[in-house]
């Protein structure tokens, strides 16, 4: 598809260096790549700390460029504890705050898109996303990188019965099928759009890719294995945020079990409104270490440093999300040890190139962790073959072209 002018409108973006942003950014860039000139409305960085980025403190709406992207970042409420209806608040005020950018970007002819893309989450910018397509006679592209709906019924932040969980769905599915094409992560979650009553027709899936920023390096990996006083130990990895969706506490439940093994340390890396209780729990175990998220610079070494990575995530959230962080942690060349069930996207990404254990229970994850830990051979073999499925099916250039192709 040949495009002119792209308007995006979504919550997060970089700085912002886990989960949505950094593959916002990458979109972004993508499509200015091709020729067409691209402007974004976004909020002001906030994520994963929740709270925003001290940058980006006070003022209003703000103008920049990243590369050849026109940025709008837009000024939102930000909760310091993300609790159900906060969250609510803190999405309203980016659908209230990114209508102002987002319709202004359609009223001259130098500006008007002839495609608006909005992210979900935030499910609740995809309104002012329609009206600005709709004004300037451009198709909208929804693409969903979970169902924040599902997630939140999943892990407790919203009660399954009543009223408000009937509307939240029903305002779910309506909203989805807005858009003239929609798009996910994975073919587990394509299947749940068409459940949700889009056409499938419209529906494709658009994975989300290896970042190419965080290539393996051994030298910087060996700094950080002094840095932490990791010597020769088996290092288990978890990088990224860490909230309800993750499940993470079954990894200090795991490392409980692990005491005796002084050889094995699990490694947390991460920022989130679940980090303070990680913490309590983890308190005077000596085989598990909490560092905050690391910079962009040092996660290629900081994936490398690792003999294995954890991927941790709760029943309840099985394919309305895939997560985006288990692209970086293939392309690094180290097998992953995954908590999920067979029959989800997680488990046919992971098969063949990991160990998978049942979500919430710790004894088979301690027992993965252990025998991957005792048999050198086998984590390199399904090291290698994670280095070797990055590349196969996790390819930016061939994701995004085969992306456009199906929005023609």
């Known amino acids: 598809m040949t495009l002119s002018k792209v308007l995006i409108v979504g919550l997060n973006y970089a700085p912002e260096q886990v989960r949505i942003g950094p ?40 103008e920049e460029l990243d590369g050849a992207v026109k940025l709008t970042r837009c000024p939102i409420y930000v909760p ?47 309104p002012a996303a329609w009206l600005a397509a709709r004004l300037a006679g451009a198709r909208l592209w929804i693409h969903v990188q979970d ?34 094409r929609v798009s996910t992560i994975s073919p587990q979650m394509c299947a749940k759009l068409i459940a949700k009553g889009v056409a499938p027709e419209r529906v494709f899936e658009m994975r989300n890719w290896a ?38 506490e079954v990894l200090v439940e795991a490392a409980q079990l692990l005491r005796s093994r002084r050889d094995i340390v699990i490694v947390i890396c991460g920022e989130g409104p679940n980090r303070a ?44 999300v895939l997560p985006s962080k288990l692209t970086n942690m293939l392309a690094s060349g180290r097998p992953v040890v995954a908590t999920t069930e067979p029959g989800t996207g997680l488990y046919a990404e992971v098969e063949g190139c990991g160990l998978i254990t049942p979500p919430g229970y710790a004894a ?15 984590r390199a073999e399904l090291g290698t073959e994670a280095a070797i499925r990055a590349v196969q099916r996790w390819s930016k250039p061939a994701i995004i072209a085969a992306a456009l192709a199906k929005l023609g």
Not at 369 to 377: G, M
């Open 23 to 62: 593959y916002t950014q990458g979109l972004a860039q993508a499509l200015a790549e091709t020729g067409a000139e691209v402007s974004a409305v976004v909020a002001k960085p906030y994520y994963p700390q929740w709270k925003t980025a001290a940058a980006y403190t006070g003022g209003g709406y703000r």
């Open 80 to 126: 310091a504890q993300p609790s159900g209806l906060k969250r609510i608040i803190h999405l309203f005020s980016f659908m209230v705050s990114a209508l102002y950018p987002a319709l202004r970007a359609v009223q001259g002819r130098r500006t008007r898109p002839d495609l608006v893309i909005t992210i979900a989450p935030a499910l609740l910018g995809i």
């Open 147 to 180: 169902f924040e709906v599902e997630a939140a019924l999943a892990t407790g932040l919203m009660r399954g019965t009543g009223l408000a969980a009937r509307l939240a769905r029903w305002t779910e599915n309506r909203l989805l099928g807005l858009g003239d």
């Open 211 to 248: 970042d190419d920023r965080f290539a393996p390096d051994p030298v910087g990996a060996a700094a950080i294995r002094v840095e932490w006083g990791l010597d020769d130990r088996t290092v288990a990895l978890y990088s990224g945020d860490i909230a309800r969706k993750q499940g993470i």
């Open 277 to 320: 209780e990680l913490e309590q729990l983890a308190s005077g175990l000596g085989n598990v270490q909490l560092h905050d998220l690391q910079p962009a610079a040092r996660m290629g070494a900081m994936l490398t440093m690792a003999d294995l990575h954890l991927l941790p995530q709760i029943a309840g959230a099985a394919d309305l």
């Open 364 to 378: 088979p994850l301690a027992g993965a962790i252990t025998r991957l830990a005792d048999d050198p051979a086998l």
